[in-house]
């Protein structure tokens, strides 16, 4: 007898076609899959909005304070600092500026590849970033 869209019940068999295909999750692992990964990542972003760095000038007393999502949180400046005047302080704030930034963009890279390995993607991710950003 033909099916529908073509083919009979004995070429199906045949083929292999009543067999579920190996490595295919049906609809409601793949769901429960997707619920996991969204759990995993709420749960990696608040630890990252919840985690401090802080970049630092003029030997500490200038300190710039950032969230491991790249968020500046707080700039402290010392009295000390003050007296250097205007052109040291703004260099001095965008050195700590920097720093920050910088710990915070390396925090999260590091999480977020943590995260991938753990997910089984490390090496499709590191293979999808070759050439992005100048790293290779």
């Known amino acids: 007898m033909y099916m529908l869209f073509g083919g009979s019940d ?6 292999g076609g009543g067999a579920k295909p190996a490595g295919k999750l049906n609809p409601f692992d793949a769901m429960a899959k997707m619920n ?3 759990t995993k990542s709420n749960t990696l ?5 919840g985690t401090f760095v802080s970049g630092q000038a003029m030997d500490g007393k200038v300190k710039v304070t950032f969230t491991g999502t ?3 949180m707080e700039v402290e400046i010392t009295e000390d600092a003050l007296a250097g005047g205007a052109a040291a302080l703004s260099a001095a704030l965008t050195e700590a500026m920097k720093e920050g930034h910088t710990k915070s963009v390396g925090l999260q890279q590091s999480k977020l590849t943590a995260f ?4 089984g993607l490390g090496a499709a991710m590191k293979e999808m970033g070759k050439g992005v950003g100048g790293q290779q």
């Open 36 to 38: 996991e990964l969204a």
């Open 45 to 49: 972003t608040k630890d990252l909005a």
């Open 10 to 15: 004995k070429k199906k068999k045949e083929e």
């Open 116 to 119: 991938y390995d753990e997910l």
């Open 70 to 72: 790249q968020v500046p």
